[in-house]
């Protein structure tokens, strides 16, 4: 690599007073630093390629360490540092969270050997925690009759709860290892062959299976009465895999819920599957005005739109199959153009935007995906941390480029904690600071600096400020992902666990489930007990989808 040492000090603002110098200078500078990137990267694939060829030749040779794409760490923490401090980790008493199940009271057995003047001080409270896993197998004695005459024989019924002589508390743990733990179908059997339980691996598949349509149906009331009750859905995406297939697994979630959904792609139609809650009959798609103003905005030509208006306009909603149907009927090749996207979207939309048969988000936070663009209803908006990491990943090598960034990343995090203030602030003081605070964006982004990579990125932060700057006008929003994010980690531990699922009905098992897991950690509820309550078929405890429901109500229950 190149030797900068001696360029470091350069700083065209104090090299020189003559300005068409100076820009001659900042060009320079910018082309070196541009180079010695390139030149960084190019080493990087030289040595990568290098390895793979002697792999291919011995056999032998392993692939360098990826060189993180980072600045110089001392940048962000400086610049983004809180100035409310860090906060305070102090553990607190812990006895008076934990739940007690049963109380023993313990006194001396022989008090003959205490002195004559001693009496009764008070009683000491010692919590021992403990967890009792045994095995239960149950010989149930079942009285059969028999009927000569009729030749029929009748016998006592085995309790509901019991799944091929499997009783529910077994049902329940098996569940609870594998969706709560994350414990995969094969230690599961080695943990029942361990504690004496004679059970094939296939009957522990069938167990696993065996309340899917319950915990889908459940997995689509949480997302109903949490689209509904919430102001704000949280949304990202993440590979997922069945049976070698690449899918994608949409998570929609907000402070109370979280759903997840496997789809086939991450395309604007799999999103609003999503959205709906996978409907049974599949995405309806509609001719309406607003399907008309979407057509118009996803530019598709006059002609095809005259088109579509004669062949759909009137005409009540469609499956996707009746749409594709009627299209190649009517419009050969037009399913094959490179159009035919933008008018799936474009009908989806209007009959997503228009129906009353599932809640619509109305406001909608994400990445800078395209896919999530124009699904909301009145307004979408972008994470302030997706942001700022193409920021994170610049790599100044000149110590006059690495201080601009650093003062930048300075006003950037500044003006991040003004939006935080903002929200904490009263009305009217907020109406007051939306016109400031919009003015202070347009000076931040539009700065013109001396680092041309820079420069850049803030220009296109600059584009995305109606959707950064929501907050303004919707104070509740949050101003980050995180929500979405951490709810992706989940799936992606499972897939670091188990990689795929076999079937659909697994993949949508395990959603339905991890959706039943996730809402009940935010609501406070035990999973384990919910999903014992559920398989067992005993229904004692309060559905997730009402206890999201009335966390959103305006004078909620407490949890």
């Not at 470091?8 to 070196?32: C, F, G, Y």
């Not at 995969?184 to 080695?190: A, I, Q, R, V, Y």
């Not at 003081?429 to 990125?457: H, R």
């Amino acid at each position: 690599m190149m030797k900068l040492d001696a360029i470091q000090h350069i700083e065209p603002s104090k090299l020189t007073t003559d300005p068409a110098l100076r820009q001659v200078i900042t060009v320079l500078l910018n082309i070196i630093e541009e180079q010695a990137s390139r030149i960084t990267e190019l080493e990087h694939k030289n040595e990568e390629l290098a390895s793979e060829l002697k792999r291919l030749k011995t056999g032998q040779g392993n692939l360098p360490k990826a060189k993180p794409k980072v600045p110089d760490q001392s940048l962000r923490p400086k610049a983004g540092k809180s100035k409310k401090g860090t906060k305070n980790h102090k553990k607190g008493p812990k006895n008076k969270n934990i739940p007690i199940d049963r109380i023993v009271t313990l006194d001396l057995k022989d008090k003959s050997q205490l002195p004559a003047d001693t009496k009764f001080s008070c009683w000491r409270e010692v919590i021992a925690q403990n967890v009792v896993f045994k095995r239960d197998n149950v010989k149930y004695r079942v009285a059969v009759y028999y009927s000569p005459s009729s030749r029929r024989t009748w016998s006592a019924p085995l309790p509901e709860a019991y799944c091929g002589e499997f009783g529910a508390e077994l049902q329940a743990f098996l569940q609870t290892l594998r969706h709560v733990c994350d414990v995969t179908e094969g230690s599961l059997h080695k943990l029942m062959e361990s504690v004496g339980v004679k059970i094939a691996s296939g009957t522990i598949n069938n167990i696993l299976l065996s309340n899917s349509e319950m915990m889908q149906q459940e997995q689509r009331q949480i997302l109903r009465a949490g689209i509904a009750g919430s102001p704000y859905a949280n949304v990202d995406g993440t590979k997922s895999f069945e049976k070698g297939k690449r899918l994608s697994t949409q998570i929609i979630c907000a402070a109370y819920f979280s759903a997840y959904y496997t789809m086939p792609s991450k395309s604007r139609l799999d999103i609003l599957n999503a959205l709906q809650g996978r409907p049974e009959g599949g995405l309806c798609f509609v001719y309406n005005e607003a399907t008309a103003g979407w057509l118009k905005y996803f530019k598709v030509s006059r002609k095809h739109r005259k088109l579509l208006e004669k062949l759909f306009c009137n005409m009540p909603p469609f499956p996707l199959d009746g749409f594709i149907e009627q299209l190649d009927r009517h419009a050969p090749g037009l399913v094959d153009s490179t159009a035919f996207e933008r008018i799936a979207g474009s009908f989806a939309l209007g009959h997503y935007h228009t129906q009353n048969d599932f809640p619509v988000v109305q406001l909608l936070m994400s990445d800078g995906g395209k896919e999530y663009g124009q699904v909301a209803q009145l307004a979408r908006s972008l994470c302030w941390l997706h942001d700022e990491r193409p920021y994170r990943l610049l790599n100044p090598r000149l110590a006059t480029h690495r201080k601009i960034l650093e003062g930048f990343l300075g006003q950037y995090w500044e003006f991040y904690r003004q939006l935080l203030d903002f929200k904490e602030h009263p009305p009217d003081q907020q109406k007051s600071q939306k016109t400031l605070l919009s003015e202070q964006f347009d000076k931040i982004f539009t700065q013109s600096t001396a680092y041309f990579d820079l420069n850049k990125l803030v220009q296109k932060t600059f584009a995305k400020k109606e959707q950064l700057l929501q907050v303004l006008h919707y104070p509740f929003l949050p101003l980050h992902n995180n929500a979405a994010e951490l709810a992706v980690r989940r799936k992606v531990r499972k897939r670091d666990i188990s990689l795929h699922t076999m079937s659909e009905r697994g993949t949508r098992t395990q959603d339905a489930y991890m959706t039943v897991v996730h809402t009940a950690v935010k609501l406070g509820v035990s999973a384990c007990d919910y999903i014992a309550d559920r398989v067992s078929r005993r229904f004692n405890m309060t559905p997730l989808a009402k206890l999201v429901a009335q966390a959103y109500s305006p004078d909620p229950i407490p949890l």
